[in-house]
């Protein structure tokens, strides 16, 4: 087979060549509810701006800031006598009325970045602001903790920088089915023929062969086992859902894959916010709700926590398109049964008090909610990870 021939057939089986690590962590599959922890990280990517998401409904700064943008107070569901959550979410207002939800106000980072390249860089990094790092902070886990027999997943076509680190990297996938069929392309499979070539083995390929090989087999495993979770669960139908619909099937089929990676885009509101937004909220929050009553019925919402995010939040005064532009720190929304704070951990920071830019303050730095998770309920090293200490928080 021509070198050429040989290199143009192999870029159909590209997105199977994550890392030979992938392989190794699956190799030993354990049966389902084995006990051990699942993380499900959701980014709310854009911006989702948190004063409309969380509503202070009775604090007069919020109302003569946003006149025309916000939420009217006998439409919030309200949770507490200060805050209340948007009338689309609903869903998640019943989670948090069943304690299955703590939400945690005023989450940022020192001298915040308000690009959204840069700032999503940093939250799935957990970098300084002034620091740029090439590994993810759940590639990093990956890379000191990989050689378990576990994972991490993006259900994505493309793998994210939260999921690569310098030796393992996660593995993007969308549709195991798809990856599946991918490995079993007839470019794929005429390559893997030609493994006995002399001439490759010259050309120093052998590597690659065995990691395709290897690949194969852990796409037709992935699928093997995606095909064994069952459920009668019904989700909206939509790409957010869908992914979760997939991290259900996947967790409930017993792959040891500890981390998952899911996003919903769309929440950069500069413009005609309040419908936008509620439709995207109304979208994340039906979503939740049928993946977590899915878990539910599967045994297996008792081991998965559930964390989402944004890179950051909305500015407290509405601009003049009835929007908001880029600020700063916004709510982080913590989901799952093992919950030692359920509501609200803290207070919302003053709405009168406001940063140079007219933002809100943060008090929590994120990499804290990265501590915690990691140390309390993923038990391992978070400074490792992290690469320095962060003080943790107490809500699980």
Known sequence: MDRRHFLKQSTLASSLLFVPSFVKAFENISPKSIGYKRLVMIQ???????????????????????????????????????????????????????????????????????????????????????????????????????????NAIEIDDSLSLALKGKTINGIAAKNPEILFKTSQDPYFKNVLKHYQDEHL??????????????????????????????????????????????TAKLINSGLETRIFYSSLGGFDTHSGQINRQGRLLKTYAEGVDAFVKDLKTQGTFNDTLIVTFSEFGRRVKQNAANGTDHGSASNVFIIGNQLKKQGFYNELASLSDLDDNGDLKYNVDFRSIYATVLSNWLAVEDERVLNKSFAKLDFI
């Open 201 to 246: 083995s010259e050309h120093n390929l052998g590597y690659l062969y065995k990691t395709m090989i290897a690949a194969e087999s852990s796409a037709k495993h992935i699928f093997d086992k995606h095909q064994t979770a069952k459920s009668e669960q019904e989700y909206p139908d939509n790409e957010f859902s869908n992914q979760l619909k997939t």
């Open 44 to 150: 709310l990517s854009g911006g989702n701006d948190g004063l409309n998401t969380i509503v202070p409904f009775n604090n007069d700064a919020y109302y003569n800031s946003r006149p025309k943008i916000a939420i009217s107070k006998n439409e919030v569901l309200k949770a507490s006598s200060d805050l209340g959550f948007n009338a689309n979410l609903l869903p998640l207002k019943r989670l948090y009325d069943d304690g299955h939800l703590t939400v945690i106000n005023n989450v940022g980072y020192p001298n915040p970045n308000r690009s959204h390249f840069r700032a999503t860089d940093i939250w799935q990094t957990a970098s300084d602001s002034n620091e740029y790092l090439q590994e993810g902070w759940i590639g990093r886990y990956l890379d000191h903790y990989g050689n378990e027999p576990y």
